[in-house]
């Protein structure tokens, strides 16, 4: 594998650390992008000793707005090339729309919609330019129904799986190739930050954040348009075309009920 540069998003842990540390292994330069800058800064002294590669930090908030195009410029100030881009960073909330926190949802589709657009728009551009490149945007099996109780969460993944969709098509030719990750319930902390809790969802069938993203990277760089980790996933994902659409949202909300 040609040693490239890549930029990961979200990549204090979970499965952005996961991928982290298998570019690492591969001897690849990796950027870490999240806002826990003392975390990553731990992280890369980790990497940098065990794979004796490079590791660059970039401390940023990107559910701030403009924040992309900040760390977009960043890198080009400082002569740093991406040849493969992984927009990773992202959360959910769980709870009745209703009675859910309004600014945690706006933060939420900043980050996970405009945030990860933008992304992919000001590295694209430079991609094509050079006829070569990869763009890895993570959604979810979410992306696949709607999802009651956590329904901006939901509504978040299907814009990124649809978008990343049509933006492989378009760039089909020029060299540059989009891949879409949709893992089912995976072992992150995303739960805990999504305010779960005892949701029928994370209590069983949970995958492991280092399969995933194995998975992940290995689907990326054979330019999968659409990967999705584990047997279940696929078969959930495959499945859920041919039920009736209430029927698949009210079998949802019964699985992210809480115990």
């Not at 992280?43 to 401390?59: C, F």
């Not at 881009?85 to 980050?111: P, R, S, V």
């Not at 399969?211 to 996933?233: F, R, T």
Request: charged content about 25%.
């Amino acid at each position: 594998m040609q040693k490239e540069t890549v930029l990961i998003t979200g990549a204090s842990n979970g499965i952005g650390l996961e991928m982290a540390e298998i570019f690492s292994q591969k001897g690849h330069t990796v950027v870490l992008a999240a806002r826990s800058k003392e975390k990553m800064e731990e992280i890369k002294h980790d990497l940098e000793k065990k794979y004796n590669n490079t590791i660059l930090v970039k401390g940023m908030d990107l559910s701030v707005q403009g924040a992309p195009q900040d760390l977009y410029e960043e890198l080009k100030r400082e002569n740093i090339q991406i040849d493969i881009l992984i927009n990773n960073a992202g959360f959910g909330l769980f709870g009745d729309f209703t009675d859910t926190d309004l600014d945690k949802e706006l933060n939420m589709i900043q980050l996970n919609v405009s945030a990860l657009t933008a992304m992919s728009k000001l590295f694209s551009k430079d991609m094509v330019q050079r006829g070569k490149g990869k763009i890895l945007n993570v959604a979810s099996t979410a992306a696949f129904q709607p999802g009651p109780l956590m329904a901006v969460y939901y509504a978040t993944k299907a814009y990124v799986l649809s978008f990343s969709e049509a933006l492989e098509n378009e760039l089909s030719g020029t060299g540059v190739h989009v891949s879409t990750l949709c893992p089912g319930p995976t072992e992150t902390g995303f739960s805990d930050k999504a305010e779960l809790g005892q949701s029928k969802l994370f209590t069983s069938g949970v995958m492991d954040a280092k399969k995933v993203a194995a998975q992940a990277v290995d689907g990326l760089m054979n330019s999968k348009s659409i990967i999705i980790p584990g047997i279940k996933n696929k078969l959930l994902a495959a499945g859920i075309r041919f039920l009736p659409r209430k029927t698949v949202t009210a079998t949802v909300r019964k699985v992210q009920e809480r115990k």
